[in-house]
Antibody, heavy 118, light 110 residues
Framework: QVQLQESGPGLVKPSETLSLTCTVSGGSISTYYWSWIRQPPGKGLEWIGYIYYSGTNNYNPSLKSRVTISVDTSKNQFSLRLSSVTAADTAVYYC????????????WGKGTTVTVSS | SYVLTQPPSVSVAPGQTARITCGGNNIGSKTVHWYQQKPGQAPVLVVYADSDRPSGIPERFSGSNSGNTATLAISRVEAGDEADYYCQVWDDSSDHPGVVFGGGTKLTVL
C-alpha cells in the first residue's frame, strides 16, 4: 500500500525559500502524477502543482513564478520549493498521488504545517 | 480560470440524505472528483470520475454530474460523515490547464 510522507522545516522566515520533500513508500514513483496541495488555516484546498515521474511539470498560474517541483526517482521522492514566502504562505502542505487518467488524487500524505514568521 | 462553487454549509439529520452541490460552467463536460476532510486530517477521495467509488468507500456515497452542477449524495447519513467536502476537476479549458478545487462545504449532522 502506497504511503506518502512530507518532511521539511516547520518555520520559514519571510522572503526566504520554503523547501519540502515527499517520500513515497510501498510503491514506485514511476507512473502517476505527484502533486503538492496546501491549505491555509481555516481555508480550503489550493493546488500548487504537479510533476510527472519523467520530469514534466505543471504549476498553478497564481504561484508559478515562485514554485519549483522536482523529482528524484532514485530516492522515490519529489520536492517543493516556494521562494519569496510571506505570511500568506502559512499553511498545511500536502503531497498527493494523482491518477494519470482524470487526475484525481487517490493517496495523500498526512500533511505538514509550515509557518512563515520572523 | 475555471471556478467551482459550493455552498459553505449543508445540514442534515441522521438517517437522511445529504446532497452537496458543485457548480461550474458546463461542468457536465468535465470529470468531477470529491474528497472528504475531517478536522486535523488529510483529505480522502470518496468519489472519482463523477460517480465511481474507491475501494473501502461505502455505497452510501454517490455522485452525479450534468449540465452546470455536480452533486455528491450521502444516503443514510451518520454522525461520522460530518466533515468538509471538496469537489475537484481538471480544467483544460484555458491557456493554463490544471487542478481546480471548489471552496468546500461543511456538512453538519444535526
Amino acid at each position: 500500500q502506497v504511503q506518502l510522507q512530507e518532511s521539511g522545516p516547520g518555520l520559514v522566515k519571510p522572503s526566504e525559500t520554503l523547501s519540502l520533500t515527499c517520500t513515497v513508500s510501498g510503491g514506485s514513483i514511476s507512473t502517476y502524477y505527484w502533486s503538492w496541495i496546501r491549505q491555509p488555516p481555516g481555508k480550503g484546498l489550493e493546488w500548487i502543482g504537479y510533476i510527472y515521474y519523467s520530469g514534466t511539470n505543471n504549476y498553478n498560474p497564481s504561484l508559478k513564478s515562485r514554485v519549483t517541483i522536482s523529482v528524484d526517482t532514485s530516492k522515490n521522492q519529489f520536492s517543493l520549493r516556494l521562494s519569496s514566502v510571506t505570511a500568506a504562505d502559512t499553511a498545511v502542505y500536502y503531497c498527493a498521488r494523482g491518477a494519470t487518467r482524470y487526475f484525481y488524487m487517490d493517496v495523500w500524505g498526512k500533511g505538514t504545517t509550515v509557518t512563515v514568521s520572523s | 480560470s475555471y471556478v467551482l462553487t459550493q455552498p459553505p454549509s449543508v445540514s442534515v439529520a441522521p438517517g437522511q440524505t445529504a446532497r452537496i452541490t458543485c457548480g461550474g460552467n458546463n461542468i457536465g463536460s468535465k470529470t468531477v472528483h470529491w474528497y472528504q476532510q475531517k478536522p486535523g486530517q488529510a483529505p480522502v477521495l470518496v468519489v472519482y470520475a463523477d460517480s465511481d467509488r474507491p475501494s473501502g468507500i461505502p455505497e452510501r456515497f454517490s455522485g452525479s454530474n450534468s449540465g452546470n452542477t455536480a452533486t455528491l449524495a450521502i444516503s443514510r447519513v451518520e454522525a461520522g460523515d460530518e466533515a468538509d467536502y471538496y469537489c475537484q476537476v481538471w480544467d483544460d479549458s484555458s491557456d493554463h490547464p490544471g487542478v481546480v478545487f471548489g471552496g468546500g462545504t461543511k456538512l453538519t449532522v444535526l
